[in-house]
Every structure is written in C-alpha cells, then in structure tokens.
C-alpha cells in the first residue's frame, strides 16, 4: 500500500526559502559588483568608441595627448564639445590650445545631461553635426549621457542606420544608466520626443 503524500514539515520550507533568498542574494550582489566594475572601467577611462567609422567618435573629457592620439589614428578634423564654452577652465584652454596646434576644428554646443534638449537645440546640433569636417569627435565630461543622445541623434537623423542602432548608443554599455529616476534619463526623454522629428512617428 502506497504511503499517502504528505507536505513538507514547516521547518524544512523555512530553511529552503532562506537558501533560495540567501542564492537569490548572492546571484544579485555578484550581478550589481560586475555592472559596478564596468561603470568604473568604463567612467574612469577615455570611453572612446566609434560611432560611425571614419565620420563620427565619442569620448569622455580627452587630454590633449589623447586628442593627438585620436588625430593620428582616426584622423579626427573636428572636435565638438558639449559642455559648453568655459574659458579660463584648465581643461578647456588645454582642449581649446591642442586643437589648434594639431589644426582640428574645435567648436563648444552646450547641452546638460539633466534637462531634455529643446526643438531649437536640435536644430542647431542636427546642423552643426551635418556641416563639421569629418571625422568629429564629440565629447561631454563621462562620454556617457550627453555624447549618448548626440550619437543618437547622429546614427538615427544623419547615418540613417536606424531607431534600434541609434537608441544603443543610450546604453549602460557607455556608462549611461537609463533608469527612470536617474536625471540623466532626461537623454532617454530626448530622444523619446524627437522620434517624430527622425522619421520614427510610431514608436
């Protein structure tokens, strides 16, 4: 005669939803260790990557021997910085005086990672990014949220490579965060918004 089944004693399902959270736990700290990793690699270093080869790159804040590295291995003719003019600052008489002497084009469009970008500022970025000498390297201070949305806006409105290749360079994989409640998520929005405006009405 088969023995009836019977339940787990209380006991054992208690310590076995304590090994699944404990597991569980486990699982999510090595996931959040590996992304914290990757973000430091990624916002500590140059975050240099080829948007379109041999017309546009992005990178975080570049030194000048980085933009004479650039020059000499992507041959860059221009370099659009997103932060805006800020003369006097070390940083940007450093970009600003390297430019010249390597005879790049240099040009300041101020844009902030925190507030979405108007019609008018996509006008005057679309015709800037259409009109430089190519190749361009555009840069903000990470290479992460304002370099994304520009690379975006350049993959989807001037490359015509299309909405899903444009919305990747949105991505953790540059070391943006695209959470809601992060305020660089404002790049998301942008985005979002000029859809229309880059001949994708539906999404």
């Not at 310590?15 to 992304?35: C, N, P, T």
């Not at 790159?57 to 997103?82: C, V």
């Amino acid at each position: 005669m088969e023995k009836p089944l019977t339940c787990p004693p209380a006991s054992f399902l208690s310590s076995y939803g304590k090994a699944a959270a404990v597991a569980l736990l486990s699982i999510l700290s090595v996931g959040l260790g590996i992304a914290a990793l990757h973000l430091a690699i990624v916002l500590l270093g140059e975050n240099f990557h080829s948007v379109v080869a041999d017309e546009l790159y992005r990178s975080a804040q570049p030194t000048p021997e980085r933009i004479a590295r650039y020059r000499k291995d992507y041959g860059i003719r221009t370099i659009i910085n997103l932060r805006g003019d800020n003369t006097g600052s070390a940083w940007y008489d450093a970009e600003v005086e390297a430019s010249r002497r390597l005879g790049i084009g240099h040009m300041d469009f101020r844009m902030s990672s925190r507030r979405e970008l108007t019609v008018a500022q996509f006008g005057d970025l679309m015709a800037l990014l259409r009109t430089a000498e190519k190749p361009v390297l555009i840069h903000c201070l990470s290479g992460a949220d304002r370099s994304g949305l520009v690379s975006a806006l350049y993959v989807a409105g001037i490359a015509g490579l299309g909405e899903e290749e444009a919305e990747s360079q949105i991505s953790f994989h540059y070391g943006h965060i695209p959470l809601w409640l992060n305020s660089a998520y404002a790049m998301n929005r942008s985005f979002e918004a000029l859809e229309p405006a880059l001949g994708f009405p539906d999404s």
